[in-house]
């Protein structure tokens, strides 16, 4: 049979899309290295596991696996309705937050259109955007001597916005960073846009963050409809297996979103573990206790080895080393250790790595200490 190159036949923004990178699992590696009792910090999961209540409300669900589950969430939206105080209207549920970004890319984006996102940004804004062959404008990153290095420079995203830009993507915290930006800030900037650019702000770490600084941008829905805020369950709520995330916005965007929205794209465990979780104050408060000491733990220990350590108000570290990522990260997998290098942001000598327990946190600080000192 002639060999044929089927790239000729897909799209361009297809064609030359380099695809999302997932962490590496622990089988892999043990797998690839040999190595046993290896531990993942790299994806930014909740080291405590899921929420019980959530565990709980899964078992229940188990008989009904032959039914399909409700397309439209109806029991899962009532409850986001209720916790964030909108209307049902305002809620598209996704396949993890990922899904609801690629929807609006595919719903507001096309070739000739563009979204404007910052360099240092979350690695699905580009990819959504190549994919339906529209422009990205990617603004300059806070410098690395500013108080919050890396960050976003929202008057450098306000400037590359013209005529023709229709999405502006915004992670508060943001990945891989960590950075985040003054709740007060960020409304006057979102309040500083023409209509037609819709402001996408991300919050898929916001639980972790301790300060109220930051704000809740589901409050400013009811004034600014070019608003949509993106949450996730696989974070703080450590639903990542399950995969189901939402946006909230005006029922306007919703409404075209859900009309892209593929049936049952969240399952039915997803349905009733993101329900059961939403619920379960204690475990976030708890998750949120574990994560500020683990913070304090490796900001401490990560410095005291030369790192340089990026201000984070999410359940990672972004640190800088002296030499390589990609070869301390090699070092750490022989030791069996998992994080995540980052020179695909363009951050040759930088890991982020996730602020797991007490004992994790110290095992991935002796393999750095093991490896930088070799």
């Known amino acids: 049979m002639k060999h044929f190159d089927y790239n000729d036949l897909a799209v361009p923004g297809v064609r030359e899309l380099k695809p999302y990178t997932p962490g590496k699992p622990t089988s892999e590696l043990e797998r690839e290295y040999g190595v046993r009792d290896s531990i993942k910090l790299a994806s930014n999961e909740n080291p405590l596991g899921a929420s019980p209540m959530a565990i709980e409300a899964i078992r229940s669900e188990l008989d009904e696996l ?10 899962l939206k009532q409850a986001l309705a209720e916790h964030h105080d909108v209307d049902p209207a305002c809620i598209t549920l996704g396949n993890g937050s990922n899904d609801v970004l690629v929807f609006l890319a595919q719903v507001f984006l096309r ?57 502006v993507f915004v992670a508060n915290p943001n990945n891989p960073t960590g950075t985040w930006l003054d709740g007060a800030r960020l409304e006057d900037f979102v309040a500083s846009l023409p209509p037609q650019v819709i402001c996408v702000v991300d919050e898929a770490y916001t639980e972790y963050a301790e300060s109220d600084r930051l704000g809740d941008a589901s409050t400013w829905l009811a004034r600014f409809p070019n608003l949509v805020v993106t949450r996730t369950f696989s974070k703080a709520y450590g639903l990542a297996g399950l995969r189901v995330g939402y946006a909230l916005s005006n029922p306007g965007i919703a409404d075209l979103l859900n009309r892209v929205r593929p049936a049952f794209n969240v399952n039915s465990l997803a349905l009733t573990a993101a329900r059961a979780a939403l619920a379960d104050q204690a475990f976030i408060d708890r998750s949120r206790e574990v994560n500020s000491r683990g913070m304090n733990q490796l900001t401490t220990g990560l410095e005291a080895l030369g790192a340089k350590v990026i201000p984070s108000a999410a359940n990672f570290i972004l640190a800088e080393f002296d030499r390589s990522g990609a070869e301390l990260n090699e070092r750490l997998l022989r030791a069996g250790v998992i994080v995540r290098p980052v020179a695909n942001y363009g951050l040759e000598n930088h890991l982020r790595i996730t602020i797991g327990t007490t004992e994790q946190n110290q095992r991935v600080l002796s393999a750095l200490a093991a490896g930088l000192g070799s």
């Open 66 to 75: 032959w039914l399909y589950p409700d397309a439209n969430g109806y029991f």
């Open 111 to 167: 070739p000739g259109l563009e979204a404007v996102f910052s360099q240092y940004c979350f690695a699905v804004y580009p990819i959504a955007t190549q994919m339906v062959g529209a422009t990205a404008r990617v603004a300059p990153a806070l410098p690395r001597d500013h108080v919050m290095p890396l960050g976003h420079d929202l008057r450098a995203l306000y400037e590359r916005i013209g005529p023709d830009t229709r999405l």
